[in-house]
C-alpha cells in the first residue's frame, strides 16, 4: 500500500513560494509542487491564470465567511477536495468542461456533512 505514496517524486512535495497581487497587494503562499499544479489545472479548465483562480477564490471566501484565516492551507484544501471530487465522479475527468459550467449543488449533493458547512456563519440571536 505505501509503494502508491512513497513512490512520489521528491519533487511533488517540495515547497514553492509565488508572489501573487490580490488587489494590488502583493502577498506570498507557500505551496507544495504537486498543489500548485492542480491550482493550475483547476484554473486552466475554466480559462483562468492561477493568479487570478486565487484572488477569485481569495474574494469568494471573503464573501461566504467573512474572513479568510489560513489561506494556504485553504488552497490546500481545495486542490485536494477537486481531486476527490473528480476520484467520485462529481467532477468530470474531462479537462475540456469548465467547472463554472457545473451546477454546485448537483456536485455537492449527497457527500458527507463533513465535507461542507453553513457558507455563512450562525448569526447571532439578538435578545
Known sequence: MCEVF??????????????VRLHGVITSIR??????????????????GVTQLIEKLHDELVQARG????????????????MALQARQRIPADLG????????????????????????PAQEHEG
Open 67 to 82: 474572513t479568510v484565516g489560513n489561506f494556504a492551507s485553504f488552497l490546500r484544501v481545495s486542490a485536494l477536495r477537486y
Open 31 to 48: 505551496l507544495e509542487n504537486l498543489h500548485w499544479e492542480v491550482l493550475e489545472e483547476i484554473a486552466a479548465r475554466d480559462g483562468l
Open 97 to 120: 468542461v469548465p467547472l463554472r459550467s457545473l451546477d454546485a449543488d448537483a456536485v455537492l449533493r449527497g457527500l458527507p456533512p463533513r465535507w461542507s458547512r453553513p457558507t455563512r
Open 6 to 19: 512513497i513512490s512520489a517524486s521528491p519533487e511533488s512535495y517540495e515547497s514553492r513560494t509565488r508572489s
